[in-house]
């Protein structure tokens, strides 16, 4: 069986970056104006007034310091909060295709491969822009990719899932190498006027090139050495938008159709279950947990990720551990681990261990272990 190895990353932020001092302003603008012009019913309490937030309150709650959206006027309108982005021809690359393209040619670049070398395209993110066509066939086409491409959809833990198959697909002799891309356009699927989420998510895209060890010329290669995927189905986290919605006239625009959840359910439930995944793992390998030198943890919410590495290492986990990178990209749902990856692997030397782990809606939990190879001379 073929060993598979991660031999390039990449990734595409956004151009804009909006900081929690600039959502506050914002939303607290909107915040004033929704209870003044329903006074009466905030009065009678037929209607609850919307508390105004704070800078402290988001990043106390969440860690979140700034994020960067693919646009930033329309969300920072308080008649608006919602990015403005005009409708695309057929014939014009999709954003996502166009996100998809810069962070795969970085992954690329750094692999020292070229489209030749490439026969499978996977764009695993949270929510894709259109149902069909898919758009990792569009961005097969955009690259000049020979074989196949398709899309998946596992919420947060989409690349982990997608780095899973990767493997799959290589192991068994379907594929020489396979680009696995999340492009995360959050913004689109949050509800900016909800005190309590509105401060979440941030835009960007991932992309990692797996391909067959004995192939592989990068000097920037990590062995594949396991990987384990578990779900168990919660409505924790949800989005119930789709294309039956219309099918009721009274749901449409309804805060249902966008990103909602049960907080303070998902800390309780998820934190132990993805640490209890990342041991068992370990175990599955032969590894305890005080061999690995970095955990590349999904970066949906600061404190989750301090209460699970305290939970794996009986201690607190220093920055060089467990990076954080969604203080400044905020949750990109998928991409948030790979980012993490992405940014905090070069100092680690041959033979080191390390672990990508996702946890989010469904609930779904992906874990991967690592270990750098020798760099070529």
Not at 219 to 241: C, D, E, G, V, Y
Request: negative net charge; aromatic residues 8%; glycine residues 6%.
């Amino acid at each position: 069986m073929q060993t598979a190895v991660i031999s390039g990353t990449g990734l595409y932020t956004p151009p804009y970056a909006i900081s929690n001092e600039e959502l506050v302003v914002c939303f607290n603008t909107y915040a004033a104006t929704f209870n003044a012009n329903n006074a009466a019913s905030i009065a009678s309490g037929e209607v609850a007034a919307i508390e105004p937030s704070s800078a402290d309150f988001i990043e106390k709650v969440s860690g979140i310091k700034s994020r960067f959206v693919v646009e930033k006027s329309g969300i920072l309108d308080p008649e608006r909060m919602v990015p403005r982005l005009a409708d695309r021809a057929d014939e014009s690359p999709s954003l996502m295709c166009e996100m998809a393209v810069a962070a795969a040619r970085q992954a690329m670049e750094r692999a020292g491969r070229t489209a030749a070398d490439i026969d499978m395209v996977l764009v695993a993110c949270s929510n894709m822009q259109r149902p069909y066509p898919a758009i990792a066939i569009e961005v097969q086409a955009a690259l000049g990719i020979d074989g196949y491409g398709f899309d998946m959809n596992v919420a947060c833990s989409s690349a982990t899932f997608g780095i899973q198959t990767a493997v799959n697909a290589v192991q068994s002799g379907q594929a020489r190498a396979v680009l696995v891309i999340s492009p995360e356009i959050t913004s689109g699927h949050l509800n900016w006027r909800d005190r309590d989420s509105h401060f979440i998510f941030g835009d960007a895209c991932t992309a990692l090139l797996i391909e067959r060890a004995d192939l592989s010329t990068s000097p920037h290669r990590f062995a594949i050495i396991t990987s384990k995927l578990r779900t168990q189905f919660s409505n924790n986290i949800r989005n119930n938008f789709g294309y039956l919605n219309r099918f009721d006239e009274a749901g449409i625009g309804q805060p249902d159709k966008l990103f909602h959840q049960q907080g303070r359910k998902v800390f309780k439930e998820v934190c132990p279950m993805a640490a209890t995944m990342i041991q068992s793992t370990l175990t599955a390998s032969g590894l305890n947990v005080s061999q690995v030198q970095r955990f590349w943890l999904h970066q949906a919410n600061l404190n989750m990720n301090l209460l699970i590495a305290r939970l794996l290492l009986g201690r607190d986990a220093s920055a060089a551990e467990a990076p954080v990178i969604l203080d400044t990209y905020g949750n990109t749902s998928s991409a948030g681990s790979i980012i993490a990856f992405h940014q905090y692997q070069d100092d680690m030397e041959q033979g080191a261990l390390g672990v990508i782990c996702s946890f989010g809606a469904g609930y779904s939990i992906g874990c991967v272990v690592l270990k750098k190879l020798q760099s070529f001379p």
